[in-house]
């Protein structure tokens, strides 16, 4: 069973930093290329960005570019989603994605 476990959400002060994880089990993690998103209530889910597999190649969302780096640990299972600079619109739930499945999600809240 495919399980993803989001962490590292908070409050934060605008212009801040967080590192969310998204820790995956129940498939080959290595070989598959992850997501992140993000969703405000009552507003349709936002892609962030993708990794692939092998960790050396990443896309994101035009707003995002240039502040957020995702990154993996392949030996850990591991997916992060580092925020530099964060703005008030970065506000949101954030889920990694693999295929289409999502977990819980983690809430990031940046406000001053």
């Known amino acids: 069973e495919v399980q993803l476990v989001e962490s590292g959400g908070g409050l934060v002060q605008p212009g801040g930093s967080l590192r969310l994880s998204c820790v995956a089990s129940?498939?080959?993690?290595?070989?598959?290329?992850m997501g992140w998103y993000r969703q405000v209530p009552g507003k349709r889910l936002e892609w962030v960005g993708s990794?692939?597999?092998?960790?050396?190649?990443?896309k994101y969302f035009p707003s995002v570019k240039g502040r957020f780096t995702i990154s993996r640990d392949n030996a850990k299972n591991t997916v992060y989603l580092q925020m530099n600079s964060l703005q008030v619109e970065d506000t949101a739930l954030y889920f990694c994605?693999?295929?289409?499945?999502r977990g819980q999600g983690t809430q990031v809240t940046v406000s001053p």
């Open positions: 129940g498939f080959d993690f290595s070989s598959a290329a």
């Open positions: 990794i692939n597999g092998v960790g050396n190649g990443t």
């Open positions: 994605d693999r295929a289409g499945r």
